[in-house]
């Protein structure tokens, strides 16, 4: 969502000629509350990108050596990339996932166990 509204807004502002939103507070304050939330969310998901990395990722110190370098350097896209190569594939994440949608499935049904 970040990059998206990020690309809308400076397309925009390339396609007017505008250099600067700092003329327009109102247009400001909406590219702003269009930007916070991918920010918090980018913020939210390297925090447990890096928590999973330190804790739970059983790989070789070399791979996540090599994890490693992303989840620093590239804070918007390592994440993410980590987040779909790494974390889903996760056997603990993966049967975690399963449990609990097998759970969801026999509550529609109405099964008690």
Do not use: C, Q
């Not at 992303?70 to 190569?85: C, D, E, N, T």
């Not at 974390?87 to 975690?96: F, W």
């Amino acid at each position: 969502m970040f990059f998206g509204a990020l690309f809308a807004i400076l397309l925009a502002m390339g396609f007017s000629g505008l250099r600067s939103l700092s003329g327009f507070p109102r247009v400001l304050s909406i590219a702003r509350s269009l930007l916070l939330p991918g920010v918090l969310g980018s913020a939210i998901l390297t925090v447990a990108m890096w928590y999973f990395w330190f804790n739970f990722d059983k790989s070789s110190w070399a791979r996540k050596a090599l994890w490693a370098v992303p989840l620093y350097f590239l804070v918007p896209i390592g994440p993410a990339l980590y987040y779909f190569f790494v974390y889903l594939r996760n056997a603990e994440v993966t049967s975690l996932t399963a449990a609990s949608h097998d759970v969801r499935l026999r509550a529609k049904a109405g099964s008690p166990f």
